[in-house]
């Protein structure tokens, strides 16, 4: 493992999880990451359900159950039609607590909900962690706070 890997594994590390291409293998489509065209999402969640039959990452499962679900949580951005499906398979996939998952309408609510964290817990904020596979998104969470910030390909080493 890493060192930033190390130091997720630490009982006093809070560690977000981003779920589409992190928890969630995005692999939507036959031979394609996508089903549709953006247009045609809701309609392909609705009808298709795609969160019943999407792929966890065996290497993530292994990190949370070693981890624990004390310090776990998972924030994705989610419209409606896709919240219930994005909820079941955290918590079939990963035991990762109902209540320690967060749906939310933008990107930048993301930052909200580990301040949220960081005061709750009672954390320093280099002791909330965000996994994800957007590098805009870690971009922006590291301007201006101290936050670990954490790309999912770093699992992979």
Not at 11 to 35: M, Q
Not at 49 to 72: H, N, T, W
Not at 89 to 114: C, M, N, Q, W
């Amino acid at each position: 493992m890493t060192k930033l890997i190390d130091y997720l594994a630490e009982p006093e590390t809070a560690v977000v999880f981003d779920i589409d291409g992190v928890l969630c293998v995005y692999e939507f489509g036959d031979l394609s990451h996508s089903a549709c065209p953006d247009d045609d999402w809701e309609s392909y969640v609705v009808n298709q359900r795609p969160y019943d039959s999407a792929l966890p990452v065996p290497v993530l499962q292994r990190f949370i159950q070693e981890k624990g679900p004390d310090r776990v949580f998972a924030c994705s951005v989610a419209e409606d039609y896709e919240a219930s499906g994005k909820l079941a398979f955290v918590t079939r996939h990963y035991g990762i607590p109902a209540d320690h998952v967060r749906l939310v309408s933008s990107k930048p609510e993301k930052r909200a909900f580990l301040e949220e964290l960081r005061d709750g817990l009672g954390l320093p904020e280099q002791r909330v962690a965000l996994v994800e596979d957007t590098v805009k998104t870690l971009d922006a969470l590291s301007d201006g706070s101290a936050f670990t910030t954490v790309h999912v390909t770093s699992f992979f080493a």
